[in-house]
């Protein structure tokens, strides 16, 4: 379906861009805007209307949308605009173009557009996991006591408080409805492997000396307990089945064609042959009758499923962080009116309202400060400790954290406007823009189905027709053997091995890796995007230095001083300095008429000397000048990106400290592995120019943006991804968490913050930044070891299907027994597991 609109309010050529780009994020769209005509082509897979497209606009800036109708005569005539209420604007949404499927699944690789399910069967085209669309949240009753004897806890069916006795009272709530893929799948496995591990000892029983099993459980009973077993593992895995059954019809063979191919194939013989087993011929007949399979089934079965519940949860992963992130944002405001004061619900703001934000508060929407002033913790956007002074006209941030004063401000955006929402927006999309891990497996598997399936054909027409007698049972029989031998059990272990132990030797090492597709990707990487504040430098400010300017005093004497009068502060500076004096060996001593001046600094009486310790404009309120000497002293420390307090007694100032956030030991290291590696490292950071110019040229980094806010992370990122270079992104922050879902390889700081560590793929549980070359080596032997497994696992089936196929017949008379494939199969697996195991010694 394509459209024309008139496209109004455009000026330059970004502003194209910010159009096209927000017209193309809603789904089934693809929109081209021309600057010069002032116009939108969209073509869509669905009719979607002009109010849903100017909302999305609007919400962008001011550009106003238009339709272009084409008449029967081929004149054009423009519609009106639409017009769009304030209660349209911020409704709360479903997903873009997915108002009418809100809790069915699609494939997050759009491989059939935006085609959904029903439930969760899986991509009938790449095999993938689907991701639920997110469902409106509903309303529910609960039920909690007045006397709130258990907190906020509920019930959900009404009844009397189990403590106080009392009636408990009903209230509405609104929940959300969850995915719960991975919950379901754990289950399943669960089942799976309860069941799975006796068939196992069962079947490889009598591979033990002595035969002990045999000795428990009569052979003649045995498969038939093997075959009670393993139903349980095949109906929990069923849709592993139907997943092959849907490649084979669609023609999309992948890894399940595989799977389901010999897995059925095995199941089907060991059934048959438990039941009729006269239908054989007796060179497939041992000592204790024919050989089975169904432990072969089970722990094909019960691998592939483990690797399912790990992609489950990787693909959780994305839900996790958003909530995270919600969790930032205050469920209620107070609003200011003509009347007094109310608390009110975060969603009912409207643009306009005045609200007051108590100290400790988090500030409910982006707004403007009318009146008061405060200390704001911004370090969630910027990523910077230091708290920011704001005072009336200046802006604030939905999120961020007021100081220790009260103040009023008006809100300017709400809903999907404010900056929290836009950050959650963008982890959003990141997360679902990436392609999952094309695994080598699936790759062969394309050709490797076919071949196996038109081989198992011509086995069974080239015994039909000149094979002994009976012809039909040998040539089903042979048949049936070319797919059992393609069964990949070797195959089922090889990559699941190599990164589960590949996992473990990380996390033994510090670095937790949370899927496989990073553990490939991190080889590839040739550019390190790293933040600077709890990444390069320690996140936290310290005292560098205590400089004195008196001869009354000693920078020891200073350092008691001010550690003395900041044990009363809760500013963040405070404990750098008692820190500092407790690592020096000194006892603070007490404080009187300690007074907290925000914006400005701190004063109190130590050792009964009035001592003032902040910035410029408390020595103005305290009266003590500032020489020009003093002043250029402090303009160079300033200059390298440090902050300094000034220390006064009285009205005279005795001294200054410097304080600075202080670059990791190892972060020096770190880089120059990095790019010994042949890896480019950029660093971008919201702080100033001045202190990333100091921390880029200390650490050797050429190349670095400072001042930069999210969305410039995330867009330096798409800029280079788009010159065809793989990125990795190292983070802490809640800042940092879009560009680190953007990122080929998100790597987080295990002391950083809970957004960024779900928004990555790998954590460093150390904080160090040390880790990621230690990463960048587990990638490149598990990667290696993966393909080495592979080779196991393929050279086995390339040598032994056309021996069960009956190659070796003519010459030699040998026909392929199940109980040597047995062996062999065994011998493959046991290949693939001592080659994975070898990764433990691995040198990181």
Known sequence: MKKEYKVSGMSCNGCRTKIEDTLNEIHGIQAEVSLENENAHIESHHDIDTLTLQKALLKKGNYILQEVVTKEDGSQEILPAVEVSEEDMYQQELPKGMEDKAGKYFCPMLCEGDKVYDTNVGCPVCGMNLEQIPAPKIEKTVYYCPMLCEGDKTYDKPGNCPKCGMNLVPKTILVEQEDTTYTDMLKK?????????????LAMGSMIPGDPIGKIVPHEWNNYIQLLFTIPVVYVCWMFFSRAWTSFKTWNLNMFSLIGLGSAAGLIFSVVALFFPNLFPDDFKGEHGIHLYFESVAVILTLVLVGQVMEAKAHSRTNTAIKELLKLSPTEATLVT??????????????????????????????????????????????????????????????????????????????????LSQIIEMVNNASRSRAPIQKLADQVAKYFVPIVVIIAIATFILWKTLGPEPRLAYAFVNALAVLIIACPCALGLATPMSIMVGIGKGAQNGVLIKNAEALETANKVDVLITDKTGTLTEGKPSVEKIVSI??????????????????????????????????????????????NITGKGIQGLVDKKRISLGNKALMDVVQAPLTDSLLQQVEREQSQGKTVSYIADNNTIIGYAVLFDKIKESSKQAVKDLQNKGIEVIMITGDNPKTAQAVATELNIKHFLAEAMPEDKLNEIKKLQEQGRIVAMAGDGINDAPALAQANVGISMGTGTDVAIESAEITLLQGDLIGIPKAINLSHGVMKNIKQNLFFAFIYNSIGIPIAAGILYPVFGIVLSPMIAAVAMSFSSVSVITNSLRLKNLKL
Request: proline share 4%.
């Open 189 to 201: 496995l669960r089942i799976s492997v309860a069941f799975t591990i006796p068939v196992f000892i």
């Open 338 to 419: 003509e009347n007094g004061e109310e608390i009110i619900q975060i969603d009912k703001i409207v643009k306009g309202n005045h609200l007051r934000v108590k100290p400790g508060e988090k500030i409910p929407v982006d707004g403007e400060i009318i009146e008061g002033e405060s200390s704001i913790d911004e370090s969630m956007i910027t990523g910077e400790p230091i708290p920011v002074h704001k005072v009336k006209g200046d802006k604030v941030v939905s999120g961020t954290i007021n100081g220790n004063s009260s103040f009023i401000m008006m809100a300017e955006k709400v809903g999907d406007e404010t900056l």
């Open 550 to 595: 008196s001869s009354e005093y000693t920078e020891k004497d200073l350092l008691l001083l001010t550690a003395s009068l900041n044990q009363n502060s809760e500013h963040a500076l405070a404990t750098s300095f008692t820190k500092k004096a407790k690592e020096d060996g000194l006892s603070l001593t007490s404080v009187k008429m300690f007074n």
